[in-house]
């Protein structure tokens, strides 16, 4: 009796013991790369400062992160362009890694092999010992930082954002976000109590302001587009061949009064100021942004090709990047464009208007798409990752990531925005020797408040390297306000 009792616990321990020896054996071999890169494993937040990161650097190796030594044998990251800091990111024990310096960690702290991939089981020990072997890499950005510089003094005072990138690419060359924040008194050691402290009245100062610099404007920002959205209209019109660049608008225009202080005209959804012309094109009705014809345009396109033309330019959709960028928005309700107000819906929209929410970096993108022939390249700021050797670890490959438009109505297109700059409203945007295209809006946000100013383009027109979106926030005329600022960070990159 007492020897099977015996028995029955001892098969009871091996049955427990199998167990648990089966369970850490799946942590430690099955799950064990998993672990140790799990953002809050302990032990891996505070190997993140017992040892120098890689750093961060510009596309020609200028310093944007860098690891000092601090007290208590610690490391602390130290970012010389602060301005960049919602999109670089920070370390601190406080709130982990954020931005870049957490889409680049692997390399940065050392846990990726030569070939790029992360490391795994096998390196599970050295990984989360107290001294972990400083094997870290080096991340190039595709950032330019006196592109960055010369963007930020172009944009002046006010809020809002730009946003510059290769359209062949997708390379992201320079994104200004305003306000924005500095991140160095955020960052401290392990240990550093008074550090501590600091970085938590400023972290709190932050999250209180009422302007958001913690909101990163260019990937983040939700906007009305305003006429720059008669970009997609245009597109959508000429892909579906519903009109080509040289159909034809006929209006009567009525004398000036209080309330239109120039020539106008109008149907049953808005009025238009924008030219003195009685009869033109497509292409004038785009460089005049005449909201009337555009309205009817979008009607002729019809909700459904309309919505269809929208989301094969990316909207509805998050556009794959390394950090987190926001979706831009056809409407704010699901039954915007089959509700009472479709018609209203449609034809609002077509202008720029609706319920539309976008971000500087779609829109960058839209004229990225016309310029690149019809395809829409695969956004992107990681470049490349160097060892301490200097030899490559992993590169980017650019790649396409939508084609909303086939080569022939990209370039339909792309003459019209070019037509748009050289007798538009969109001139003020003109780098003086250079053809290129464009579109500047204003976008109304009801009430007494003053729109938004935007201009979107790219440059040169023959063989476009750049393109770019520009918003201020309450600042008025596109014309006025946006396209001179487009016009000289153009004008830096293109070294005029």
Known sequence: MQRRAFLRVFALFVAGFTAALGALSYWLLARAGELAQRLDNPRLTLARFQQPRGRLLDRRGELLAVSEQAT??????????????????????????????????????????????????????????????????????????DLQRAAEAAFGDGDGAVIVLDPRSGAILAAVSRPTFDPNPLVYAPGDVAGARRAEAAWQELQSDGRQPLLFR??????????TFKTVTLAAALARRVM????????????????????WHANQFVSCHNHTATTFDLTRAYAYSCNVAFSEVGLKIGAQAYQEAMRAFGLGEQPPLEVPAEA???????????GDEATFALASTAMGQGELAVTPLLMALIVAAIANDGAMPTPYLMSEA???????????????????????????????LVASVEEGWARAGKVPGVLMGGKTGTAELGGDGEPHAWFIGFAPAESPQFAI?????????????????ARAILAAALGR
């Open 72 to 145: 208590g044998g610690f490391y602390v990251r130290r970012y010389p362009q602060p301005s960049l800091g919602p999109l670089i990111g920070l370390l601190s024990p406080q709130l982990g890694a954020t931005g870049l310096e957490q889409a680049a960690d692997q390399f940065l702290r050392g846990a990726a092999r030569e070939s790029g991939v992360p490391a795994d089981a096998d390196d599970l020990v050295a990984q989360l010992s107290p001294n972990p072997p400083a094997v870290t890499a080096d991340v190039v950005l595709t950032i330019d930082a």
């Open 218 to 227: 260019p990937l983040q920002g939700l906007y009305t587009p305003g006429s």
């Open 244 to 263: 080509t660049p040289a159909s034809s608008f006929s209006y009567s225009l009525n004398p000036p009064n209080r309330q239109q202080p120039q020539p």
């Open 328 to 338: 831009s928005l056809p409407s704010r309700r699901p039954d915007f464009f089959t």
């Open 386 to 416: 160097r060892s301490v050797e200097g030899s490559i670890l992993w590169r980017h490959t650019p790649s396409t990531w939508k084609r909303p438009l086939d080569r022939a109505t990209a370039a339909a297109a792309k003459a019209v």
């Open 469 to 485: 979106a520009v918003v201020k926030e309450h600042a008025g005329y596109g014309s006025a306000q946006a396209a001179p600022v």
